[in-house]
């Protein structure tokens, strides 16, 4: 089943940080011919007091330079989000912008998605400062924990081109669960929109043992079971690939061992032009890692735009 994405929201801040995930969401906008959505969250100071607004004996002057620091905070923020979204006009993408006003930026992006009916959610990996002083930062992760549709974390030194650049390659992890298999129809989807490859990958960790012998080396036996995950790994793959490759997509294979974020990031990093599409909150699998601690790491350190499941979505 094939997943569509007919709109994308972007949250911006007015920071370089944040404009840097404007690439990516220009992309993915292009590939699905969807609507992409600029939004800045104002906080609510901005907003006038229920005690001004109800005229609780306050002055005219505090009135009127409440209301005129509201006015300006909007028309900053509508005046650099309709300058951009007509840069993006430009270059083929159906942008429109919105302002909102909440004190938890975090919560307000995830309700706007809501209220607007998005898709996903495409935000920078770090904010610093910008119109609205640093929107983003800790808020991609809450919005990443919290939200019910797909995030699409950018990393903030992305460089690519709004007008020109479009992922190559997908990568799309998985642990052997079920959960961790909900990623692949919105890899499937991305993989047909682009006509890229995808790039299935296993990590079997290395067993370890604690309080043996130092000087005894390993039992035989830790190796021998290393070799059958490996091959166990291999075998799951390969039914995956076997089962996308005859809806007609184009597929590789890598196993390794080692941990799944080290090894998830390399791939990664050696991949150019990739993205990596994954779950959160992965319970158990084959090798029994947790998708939500590695999908954290993976957005962290991989360089590159992850694509981030939650378990619940239904798009």
Same mark, same amino acid.
């Given at each position: ?7 994308i929201l ?5 920071? #370089?940080?944040?404009? +840097? /995930?404007?690439? &990516? %969401? @220009? ?8 609507? *992409? ?22 002055s ?7 209301? #005129?620091?509201?006015? +300006? /905070?909007?028309? &900053? %923020? @509508? ?8 840069? *993006? ?19 307000e992006?995830?309700l ?30 809450r ?32 642990d052997?669960?079920?959960l ?31 309080g ?9 036996g ?19 690939a ?35 599409v ?25 360089g590159?735009?992850?694509?981030v ?7």
């Amino acid at each position: 089943m094939d997943t569509q994405y007919r709109r994308i929201l972007l949250p911006l801040d007015g920071s #370089g940080v944040a404009k +840097s /995930a404007v690439a &990516t %969401a @220009a992309a993915m906008s292009r590939m699905f011919n969807s609507e *992409l959505l600029l939004v800045t969250v104002l906080h609510e100071s901005v907003k006038l007091p229920r005690s001004v607004a109800a005229g609780s004996g306050s002055s005219d002057s505090e009135v009127e330079g409440v209301a #005129g620091s509201e006015q +300006s /905070a909007r028309s &900053t %923020a @509508a005046s650099y989000l309709e300058q951009l979204a007509k840069d *993006l006009r430009e270059t083929g993408v159906h942008a429109s912008c919105a302002t909102v006003v909440n004190t938890d930026p975090a919560s307000e992006i995830v309700l706007t998605a809501r209220d607007r009916g998005a898709q996903m959610i495409v935000m920078a990996s770090r904010g610093r400062s910008g119109l609205v002083r640093g929107l983003l930062g800790s808020v991609t992760d809450r919005v990443i924990h919290s939200s019910p549709i797909p995030v699409m974390v950018v990393p903030a030194d992305g460089g690519h081109n709004a007008d020109g650049w479009t992922p190559q390659s997908i990568i799309a992890p998985l642990d052997g669960s079920e959960l961790a298999e909900t990623a692949l129809p919105h890899v499937e989807s991305i993989s047909r929109a682009a006509n890229i490859p995808i790039t299935l990958v296993r990590a079997v960790p290395f067993p370890t043992t604690y309080g043996g012998d130092p000087y005894g080396g390993l039992p035989a036996g830790l190796f021998e079971s290393a070799a059958e995950d490996e091959k166990e790994a291999k075998r799951y793959l390969s039914t995956i690939a076997t089962r996308l490759r005859a809806r007609g997509r184009i597929i590789e294979t890598h196993v390794s061992n080692g941990h799944p974020r080290s090894e998830i990031t390399q791939i990664a990093q050696d991949t150019s032009d990739s993205i990596v599409v994954m779950t959160t909150r992965g319970v158990s699998g084959l090798t029994r890692w947790v998708v939500g601690s590695i999908a954290d790491s993976v957005v962290r350190s991989s360089g590159v735009p992850v694509l981030v499941i939650p378990p619940t979505t239904g798009i």
